[in-house]
């Protein structure tokens, strides 16, 4: 599978990573295509979804001002996920600087608390510019969430933790994944902005795959 290019030097997708406008048109009048939109993974990967769901993966990093730009849409998208579609997201590190944001967001979903925190963490990084990107910033920040500062530390330096960053990073690798936002479907197709033509589109574009993948193409 060939490499994509992204122009950011930072990990971000960045052409045309949000726009809605353009999604719209594209959706109505393009039917995705292989090579163009999306891409068939020459060597299927792993999913963790149970027998008859179909594994959908978003690849995120909460610096990134595009995944923060993606959130709206996708959480609109979510709210009307079928019940054969297992969603989750995956974040990534390009770099080792990326792997306490890593954490945090295991740390977090050990705990039960990312349906509540985790657009807290995009916004405290892009609206409140607090630079949440070592340990003892992400704890302190978390502390003033209302979370328990003992019980967050257990999980943040745990071996489960550990675990989670490395199959994350074993995903990446497998998905051959440059930058985000991006997904991944059904351990056999990946979209992202660059693909789609926006993140939005990419959507429209996901739900084609999961189809695709329904059907067992």
């Known amino acids: 599978m060939q490499r994509r290019n992204f122009v950011s030097g930072l990990g971000c997708a960045a052409a ?9 048109l594209w959706a109505q009048t393009n039917t995705p295509k292989t090579g163009t939109d999306f891409i068939k993974l020459d060597k299927p990967v792993a999913v963790d979804a149970p027998a008859g769901k179909v594994e959908v993966i978003e690849f995120f990093w909460y610096n990134c001002p595009h995944c923060h730009a993606f959130e709206p849409a ?20 390009f770099n080792d600087s990326f792997v306490p944001q890593q954490r945090l967001f295991y740390a977090l979903e050990a705990m039960g608390q990312l349906d509540s925190l985790h657009a807290r963490v995009f916004k405290a990084i892009h609206s409140e510019k607090l630079q949440l990107t070592k340990a003892e910033a992400i704890v302190d920040w978390v502390v003033k969430q209302g979370v328990d500062k003992t019980k967050f530390l257990a999980q943040f330096n745990s071996f489960s933790a550990s675990t989670k960053a490395t199959r994350a990073k074993q995903l990446a690798s ?17 979209t992202d902005g660059s693909l789609a033509k ?3 589109r990419a959507l429209f574009v996901t739900d084609f795959l999961i189809d695709l993948a329904r059907k067992g193409h």
């Open 16 to 24: 045309l990573a949000a726009s809605a406008t353009p999604a719209v």
């Open 174 to 190: 497998a998905y051959q994944l440059e930058g985000v936002p991006a997904i991944g479907v059904a351990g056999r197709y990946y």
């Open 74 to 93: 996708l959480a609109a998208w979510l709210n009307k996920l079928p019940k054969d579609v297992a969603f989750k997201r995956v974040p990534i590190a």
């Open 198 to 200: 926006s993140m939005d």
